[in-house]
Antibody, heavy 120, light 107 residues
């Protein structure tokens, strides 16, 4: 049974970089699956941020692409999200998730989520 | 950018059938998956590849797809099924993932 857990600062200042990590247990980040980030602004729907495949290929939401970096640390069995130049609109609960490549890729396991507030 | 469209809300009486639709131009080429999200919790996968149900998901949840529309059906809805439901798929390139706007199901 895979378990994912987000961690990082709950408060980030405007124009700075939001940084989160997702620790994975019960599975290896370097084997077969893909890993992604999804966010949910308060009271709103889910928004895909980006995904990183075990091949090293990354894909990001076109609306965020230039600001998003997703990377993997195999030594810690975790993956990370960096979102640059944040504004109040980036305030959201951020979820990390494991993806399965199938007919069409989907996320099969999720972390509990962590709230990040962007405010000075 | 690619969009998936869901109705904002669906209401169903206990024991009856709820159907939640998701429309998208690329659904004839790409499968849909569905997530259930209860307040304050992470989403849970209930259907993937249009029709497949993960282990542990009750049989009353089923999925179908025809043309540009995917449908999640809850047969014999129970009070515990009250939640937000999101469809999810990719654009035709497969590179960009997208969620529908979500449907609030009231039982």
């Amino acid at each position: 049974q895979v378990h994912l857990q987000e961690s990082g600062p709950g408060l980030t200042k405007p124009s700075e970089t939001l940084s989160l990590a997702c620790a994975v247990s019960g599975a290896s980040v370097s084997n077969g699956y893909f890993w992604g980030w999804v966010r949910q602004p308060p009271g709103k729907g889910l928004e895909w941020i980006g995904s990183l495949y075990h091949t090293g290929t990354t894909y990001s939401n076109p609306s965020l692409k230039s600001r998003v970096t997703i990377s993997i640390d195999t030594s810690k069995n975790q993956f990370s999200l960096k979102l640059k130049s944040v504004t109040a609109a980036d305030t959201a609960v951020y979820f990390c998730a494991r993806g399965a490549a199938s007919g069409t890729d989907y996320f099969d396991s999720w972390g509990p989520g962590t709230l990040v507030t962007v405010s000075s | 950018s690619y969009e998936l469209t869901q109705p904002p809300s669906v209401s169903v009486s206990p024991g009856q059938t709820a159907r939640i639709t998701c429309s998208g131009d690329d659904l004839p080429k790409k499968h849909a998956s569905w997530y259930q999200q209860k307040s304050g919790q992470a989403p849970v996968l209930v259907i993937y590849d249009d029709t497949k149900r993960p282990s542990g998901i009750p049989e009353r949840f089923s999925g179908s797809s025809s043309g540009t529309m995917a449908t999640l059906t809850i047969s014999g809805a129970q009070a515990e099924d009250a939640a937000d439901y999101y469809c999810y798929s990719t654009d035709s390139t497969g590179d960009h993932l997208v969620f529908g706007g979500g449907t609030k199901v009231t039982v």
